[in-house]
């Protein structure tokens, strides 16, 4: 089979991943309730508003469970945290090797 583009629902994976205040909110929640100001100090750069936009958007997208200012990670979002953590593993892995390999070639 030829593919020529990538199918809806990697697009669809890769638009909330790629965005890097959803994978920051992702990173930072686990599946107990966490306040948000709690949230609000520990992500930092992102406005209070815009905060609050991108963990409704979250809400819609399945990903956060709210409650009266409260969030959590529902099981997709656990789902995606996972793949992101294995996805910055991965990047470490390959940034540790490509120093490696340019340390090598300049000796």
Do not use: C, P
Not at 61 to 73: F, I, N, Q
């Amino acid at each position: 089979m030829v593919m020529r583009d990538l199918n809806i629902g990697t697009k669809a994976g890769l638009a909330v991943i790629s965005d890097k205040w959803y994978a920051l909110i992702l990173l930072n929640l686990s599946d107990q309730l966490e306040e948000f100001m709690t949230l609000r100090t520990d992500l930092r750069g992102i406005s209070t508003f815009n905060l609050l936009l991108k963990l409704q958007e979250l809400g819609e997208l399945g990903l956060v469970y709210t409650k009266d200012y409260h969030y959590r990670l529902t099981l997709d979002g656990q789902y995606l945290q996972q793949m992101l953590t294995n996805l910055s593993a991965w990047g470490d892995r390959q940034l540790t090797r490509s120093v490696a390999l340019h340390q090598e070639h300049h000796q």
